[in-house]
Each structure stands twice: as C-alpha cells, then as structure tokens.
C-alpha cells in the first residue's frame, strides 16, 4: 500500500470528521439541551461560506474574510433564535421541522438571489498554497491548515464546556433546565447563547470547506445529514461522542471512497467497481448508525442524563 497516498486519504478523512464535529457539536448541544431540532443549521454553514467568499474576494483576504464571516454568523444565530427558533422550543418535533425546514428554503432562495445561481469561489492567499513535508510525506498546505483550525476550534469548545462557569450553566440546563432554573439560572439567556455558539461552529465549518468546494446554493442541506448520523453515534447532547464519531464518519467515508473500488475489482469489473465503490463507503456510514441505533439506542458516549 503506498505510504504517501494512504497518509493523504488518512488527513481528509481527518479533516471530514473535524469539519463534521464543528456541525454536530453545535447541532448536538441544540438537540440536546433545548430538544430542538433544526434542519436549518446547514444554513450557517452555508451562510458561512458566502460571508467568507464575499469578503475575501472584495478585499482580497481570506483571513479577513474568515475573521468577519464569524460575527456576521453569530448575530444571525442570535437573531434566528430570537425571532424563531425560542417560540418553538415547546412545540411538538413536527412543528420544528417543519418551521426550520421553511427556514431552509427561505434561505437558499435569499442566497439565489443576492449571489446568483453559480456560487462563488474562494482564492487562497499564497501561504495557504504549496505543499508541505511531515515525516516524509507530502501534505497540502491548506489540508493542514484546516485540521489545525478545527482542531483548535475543538479544543477551545472542549475547554469551554468542561472546565468554565459558563459550560457549568449549559451543562446544568442539558442536565435539568427546570431544577437550573430553580438554581436562578437564565436558561433562556443559556438556550440563545448555545444556539447562537453552534451557529459560530457551522459557519466556520463552511468557511474552511470554501476554497475547497466553493460557496454553493445548499451546500449545506446534504452535510447536516452527515452531522444528525454523527450525533446519532456519538450521544445526543455528548461532546465528546461527536467528536469520536466525526473522526470515525470521515475516516469511513474518506478511506471507503479510496480503496473499496480496489478491493470490489477483484470481484466486478472496473466499472462496477469504480461507481459502486463510493456508493458503498457511504452506505457503511448508514449500517454503522443502524447498528448503534440497536445495540446503543442513547449512542456510544451517551450524556449521563440520558
């Protein structure tokens, strides 16, 4: 097996699974303190991307764009919230998938609209280019780059809600959002605040996923999919399961659509091979959740409040 090209399919699934856990977490802690679920947060990722692009190409900086695609997430997160999201928090699922739903169509309509059906694309500045050598293999600058991001971002997240006054507060209100309140604690502050975080999380998911993909029209509604499976796996409302499973759903998917043809060409001809391949990597992430959903209903890392 060539060492060079299995370290490269090893750092994209790396880098699936990291940019997967900036969508799940926030989607998981959504889901599991509010018990809200929204289809709609393939919109931050998306909204991420074209804020990014559209300031990157303006003043020709990536990290300008990157820096202020952030704020602009965190106060439509809070603002989604605000005028929709915290009227729902006690209606019925269906309601929530439906209302956030509309919210995805709305937005990808709005995004038509203002940018135009053809997407944009993210130049990168020239540090971000190239190639650099670890251990004797030859990784891309940017790959890199990412990885390091969303690592750092993980950590940060981790950090956060592990060992702050605030984590201390979400956690409680996962835990208990009636005996928090009880505690004097402003739940309703604390649902705004994690919405608006996981808005952050997926907004910056989509701008690392930019110069690689470019900004697309809906380019978030397949990837939220992949994000409910990795909570699914992981543990609703669990951290630490969303990154263990991010990491696992993008080295699947990456290192499936790599060497299953390979492996299905000896059996089938090539073209079999080459087209049901990719097909079965992303199957084998569905089996995975199914296999989950019976023998770990609560997933691997439940919380330990459910």
């Given at each position: 097996?060539?060492?060079?090209l299995?370290?490269?399919?090893?750092?994209?699934?790396?880098?699936l699974g990291?940019?997967l856990?900036l969508?799940?977490?926030?989607?998981?802690?959504?889901?599991?303190?509010?018990?809200f679920?929204?289809?709609?947060?393939?919109v931050?990722?998306?909204?991420?991307?074209?804020?990014?692009?559209t300031?990157?190409?303006?003043?020709?900086?990536f990290?300008i764009g990157?820096?202020l695609?952030?704020?602009?997430s965190l106060?439509l997160?809070f603002?989604?919230e605000w005028?929709i999201?915290?009227?729902l928090?006690?209606?019925?699922?269906?309601d929530?998938?439906l209302?956030?739903?509309?919210?995805v169509?709305?937005?990808?309509?709005?995004v038509?609209y203002?940018?135009?059906p053809?997407?944009?694309?993210v130049?990168?500045?020239?540090?971000?280019t190239?190639?650099?050598?670890?251990a004797?293999?030859t990784?891309?600058?940017?790959?890199i780059?990412?990885v390091a991001?969303?690592a750092?971002?993980a950590?940060?997240?981790?950090?956060?809600?592990?060992?702050?006054?605030?984590?201390m507060r979400?956690r409680?209100?996962a835990?208990?959002?009636?005996?928090?309140?009880?505690?004097?604690?402003?739940?309703?502050?604390?649902f705004a605040?994690v919405f608006?975080?996981?808005?952050?999380?997926a907004?910056v998911?989509g701008?690392?996923?930019?110069?690689?993909?470019?900004?697309?029209?809906?380019m978030g509604?397949?990837?939220?999919?992949?994000?409910l499976?990795?909570?699914i796996?992981?543990?609703i409302?669990?951290?630490?399961?969303?990154?263990?499973?991010s990491?696992g759903?993008?080295l699947?998917?990456?290192?499936?659509r790599?060497?299953?043809p390979?492996v299905?060409g000896?059996?089938?001809?090539?073209?079999?091979a080459?087209s049901?391949?990719?097909?079965?990597a992303s199957v084998?992430?569905?089996?995975t959740?199914?296999?989950?959903l019976?023998?770990?209903p609560?997933?691997?890392?439940p919380?330990?409040?459910r």
């Open positions: 097996m060539d060492t060079v299995l370290a490269n399919q090893i750092l994209n699934g790396v880098q990291l940019i856990f969508l799940a977490a926030g989607l998981s802690l959504i889901f599991g303190i509010m018990d679920i929204n289809l709609a947060h393939g931050f990722y998306m909204i991420g991307a074209y804020a990014s692009a300031v990157a190409l303006a003043l020709d900086s990290v990157l820096v695609a952030i704020p602009i106060a997160g603002a989604i005028a999201a915290r009227h928090y006690k209606r019925d699922h269906l929530q998938v209302a956030t739903f509309g919210l169509l709305c937005f990808d309509t709005a038509k203002l940018w135009g053809e997407g944009l694309s130049p990168l500045p020239t540090w971000l190239g190639q650099q050598s670890l004797g293999v990784l891309p600058t940017y790959r780059f990412v991001v969303a750092a971002v950590v940060a997240l981790w950090q956060v809600i592990a060992r702050t006054r605030a984590g979400i409680a209100s835990s208990n959002a009636e005996m928090a309140r009880a505690l004097g604690i402003n739940t309703r502050l604390v605040l608006a975080i996981g808005s952050v999380l907004a998911a701008i690392m996923v930019a110069p690689i993909t470019g900004a697309s029209i809906g509604n397949q990837v939220v999919i992949l994000a499976v990795v909570i796996i992981g543990g409302g669990s951290i630490g399961g969303a990154f263990v499973a990491l759903v993008g699947i998917d990456t290192l499936g790599a060497y299953l390979s299905m000896a059996v089938f001809s090539p073209a079999v080459s049901a391949g990719p097909a079965l084998l992430i569905y089996v959740m199914t296999l989950v019976i023998f770990r609560a997933g691997i890392f919380p330990a409040s």
